[in-house]
């Protein structure tokens, strides 16, 4: 089991950063891959970037790449996402989570409570 704790999230102004923070505790956890994801009111659930525990894996979006990055600090046991050059469209709800590969694809079985990003113009 997985427990997530995220932080960062307010009201800044275009062109401005932000770091999200998510706190990750359980007895398995560098078992798991964690993701970064956004809602925006009205549109689907979008997935931003993975990384794992250990070794060099990591992912992000095309939406999102080279103003977003994820990394992670083990002995903190925490994940960020490290956002610069927000626009008011990266306004939305953001997620950490913790999943892995299946057979099918990758499936995340914890979730964050969501932190709230708001990006104005």
């Known amino acids: 089991q997985v427990q997530l704790v995220e932080s960062g999230g307010g009201l800044v102004q275009a062109g401005g950063s932000l770091r999200l923070s998510c706190a990750a505790s359980?007895?398995?956890?560098?078992?798991?891959?964690m993701g970064w994801f956004r809602q925006a009111p009205g549109k689907e659930r979008e997935s931003l970037a993975r990384?794992?525990?250990?070794?060099?894996?990591?992912y992000s979006s095309d939406s999102v790449k080279g103003r977003f990055t994820i990394s992670r600090d083990n002995a903190k046991n925490t994940v960020y996402l490290q956002m610069n050059s927000l626009r008011p469209e990266d306004t939305a709800v953001y997620y950490c989570?913790?999943?892995?590969?299946?057979?099918?694809?990758?499936?995340?079985?914890?979730w964050g409570q969501g932190t709230q990003v708001t990006v104005s113009s």
């Open positions: 359980g007895r398995t956890l560098s078992r798991y891959t």
């Open positions: 990384i794992t525990w250990s070794g060099d894996s990591t």
């Open positions: 989570a913790a999943g892995g590969r299946t057979f099918w694809g990758y499936q995340y079985d914890y």
